[in-house]
Nanobody
Framework: QVQLVESGGGLVRPGGSLRLSCAAS????????MGWYRQAPEKQRDMVAI???????NYTDSVKGRFTISRDNTKNTMYLQMNSLKPEDTAVYYC????????????????WGQGTQVTVSS
């Protein structure tokens, strides 16, 4: 069984920093594209940043220059370094990964973490 677990959320003042982690575990053969998404109250879930297995990255415009996505393929772990945080960054942050389990009968599929709350407030 494949599982994604996020950590690192919390309360931070405007201008502060946080680092989120997302670890994939289970009987994993390959991890492909990974990404961070966020959902503010009463809003849709939006992409924040994605990273391909090659390391190529893409960011939504509002976080460019402030957030950095990275991954450690040896640990099946992804990170999101968030600097210069703003109140509008407040949301539940979810990680998503496209994963191929070792069992041949199970195709590659998208898996989601449970979410971690990030609150930016003075």
């Amino acid at each position: 069984q494949v599982q994604l677990v996020e950590s690192g959320g919390g309360l931070v003042r405007p201008g502060g920093s946080l680092r989120l982690s997302c670890a994939a575990s289970g009987n994993i053969l390959s991890v492909y594209t990974m990404g961070w998404y966020r959902q503010a109250p009463e809003k849709q879930r939006d992409m924040v940043a994605i990273i391909l297995s090659s390391g190529t990255t893409n960011y939504t415009d509002s976080v460019k220059g402030r957030f950095t996505i990275s991954r450690d393929n040896t640990k099946n772990t992804m990170y999101l370094q968030m600097n210069s945080l703003k109140p509008e960054d407040t949301a539940v942050y979810y990680c998503k990964a496209r994963i191929k389990p070792k069992l041949n009968a199970i195709p590659a599929d998208d898996y989601w973490g449970q979410g971690t709350q990030v609150t930016v407030s003075s």
